[in-house]
């Protein structure tokens, strides 16, 4: 085996033990889908198309607050868009499946729209406006450090499970799904958002076409909720 297969493989391994977590599928109208294996496709020459979102978080991690006014909080560090679509009707659920996260990684569990206003494959991260559609945080705060919608997560095989609008007007949209890890929150720039993007078309919707901002505007390192001490 020649070295630098060799140093690929402790690479890819050493990130196993580093990282966190990814959305590796979903489950939409019945279908799966595979996403981007950031641990597996990083270190591939010709990576098999997807519906997720690439990024070069090869080490499984996260954005923190000094990245919040970055492109990278819109679907991760070095993101690209996937270059296929998976078809979801309006009113329907997705089951959003990751492959791993750590019970320790408290917190929320987001969900965004964007149109892509064309296809999703050719979209421009800096110019999508996300919409939410849903998040889940505390759920049961009575002892420390409470049930959270991670906890949630972790229960149900590792899977979110997130419904799209019935009045969602029909189109192409980048889902935009976040777990942001208050572990370490009580800190200035401790808390770790962890965007995950796939692409989807919307079929059978109504007329709704809610406004919406970049993602370089959601969060300041100081707002509540995102610079918080959970764990006492």
């Known amino acids: 085996m020649s070295l630098s297969k060799i140093a690929t493989g ?36 010709d990576p098999p198309e997807t519906i997720g979102w690439s990024t070069t978080a090869t080490d499984l991690g996260f954005v923190d607050g000094t990245g919040y006014d970055t492109v990278d909080i819109a679907c991760h560090k070095g993101s690209a868009p996937g270059a296929l679509t998976a078809t979801v009707p309006a009113g329907s659920k997705i089951e959003m499946q990751w492959n ?12 965004y729209l964007a149109p892509c206003n064309g296809d999703c494959a050719q979209a421009d991260k800096s110019s999508l406006e996300f919409f939410k559609i849903e998040a889940e945080g505390l759920i049961d705060g009575s002892s420390p450090p409470g049930q959270w919608a991670t906890d949630e997560l972790i229960s149900n095989n590792n899977t979110a499970v997130v419904t799209i609008p019935a009045s969602i007007a029909s189109g192409n949209y980048v889902l935009r ?8 929150a009580g800190n200035l720039n401790g ?32 707002d509540p909720g995102i610079k918080f001490r959970h764990l006492l």
């Open 10 to 45: 402790i690479l890819a391994s050493a990130t196993l033990v580093a990282g966190h977590g990814y959305v590796s599928g979903i489950v939409a109208d019945g279908k799966y889908y595979s996403g981007y294996l950031v641990d597996k496709y990083s270190y591939m020459n």
């Open 100 to 111: 791993t996260w750590p019970e320790s990684h408290h917190g929320p569990v987001l969900n």
């Open 191 to 222: 808390a770790q958002n962890y965007p995950q993007c796939i692409n989807i078309e919307i079929t059978g919707g109504g007329s709704t076409k809610p406004s919406g901002v970049s993602a370089t505007i959601f969060y300041k390192n100081t």
């Open 177 to 184: 799904h976040e777990i942001i890890g208050l572990h370490s």
